[in-house]
């Protein structure tokens, strides 16, 4: 484990494997090395070729968290590992990860093509939207100690989980990781929180990119994240989109690496 200091002095963990090409990992909601191996697993098919970074985003795992807490301080995040990593790179986001990796090319960081996996907007009826106070519940929730009340909106107002699905995964070995970041989920909410509404993407929030961007979706994943990535690539000039057979919410290592590299060889 390596760390790099942001810009407001916050120290961001981080692990890198291979050679090559930088390429680096922005995990979505609740996810941080610990918890997900696959940027490792990714290394090591294809670390002969790229050099593959994964971080704990600011309030998880071994990175720091200085308050206040806004969007753009993830953003520096990103841009102080993109520095370590030589200046440029090619950067893998997912999940609501995918929208801060996409907002931080939008605001000029130097990335140099941008993978997508399903960006979790809510553009169509075909999810409940994100519930109107749901920063404000979770921040509330958080102060109060009540971070398994906070951890069960997300799954529930967030991820747009059946309610009756919550007590199984309180029963799993997940719960206790979900509980430990779960300050950290009103993060992904700001980033998302004018995205998950039910309404037509904003045509001017992303209109300043100019980055290469794939955007996939898993053919076996939840309707409302299929609309989402169409929606996306319709709004971006840059865009191409990309179905990936059989994949959900969750892709495997071994599906995702070969779309990575050729995306990062496509001219």
């Known amino acids: 484990m390596s760390t790099v200091t942001s810009a407001d002095g916050t120290s961001i963990a981080y692990e890198a494997w291979g050679s090559g090409q930088p390429l680096i990992f922005v995990d979505g909601a609740t996810a941080h090395r610990a918890v997900s191996p696959k940027a490792a697993e990714v290394a090591e098919l294809l670390g002969d070729e790229f050099r593959v970074y994964a971080y704990d985003r600011r309030g998880r795992g071994e990175s720091g968290d200085t308050a206040p807490y806004a969007v753009p301080r993830e953003i520096e995040d990103l841009a102080a590992l993109i520095g370590e990593a030589g200046g440029s790179a090619v950067v893998c986001g997912f999940s609501s990860g995918s929208v801060l990796a996409l907002d931080a090319a939008a605001a000029g960081l130097p990335i140099t093509k941008l993978a997508m996996f399903e960006p979790p907007f809510v553009v169509d009826d075909s999810r409940p939207p994100l519930p109107t106070d749901y920063v404000e519940r979770l921040d509330t929730l958080v102060a109060e100690g009540k971070r398994g009340e906070a951890a069960e909106l997300f799954l529930t107002g967030g991820a747009g989980l059946p309610p ?41 929030r992303w209109s300043a990119l100019t980055t290469p961007v794939l955007v996939l979706y898993g053919t076996g994943t939840a309707p409302s994240l299929i609309s989402a990535a169409k929606a996306l690539a319709e709004l971006l000039p840059t865009a191409t989109l990309q179905g990936v057979d059989g994949e959900q919410h969750d892709v495997a290592a071994d599906v995702l690496a070969p779309v990575l590299q050729q995306f990062a060889k496509t001219e």
């Open 164 to 204: 009756e699905f919550v007590p199984g995964i309180k029963q799993s070995p997940m719960w206790p990781g979900l509980e430990a970041v779960a300050h950290t989920i009103s993060y992904d909410g700001r980033v998302m929180q004018d995205v998950m509404r039910g309404q037509p993407l904003p045509t001017d």
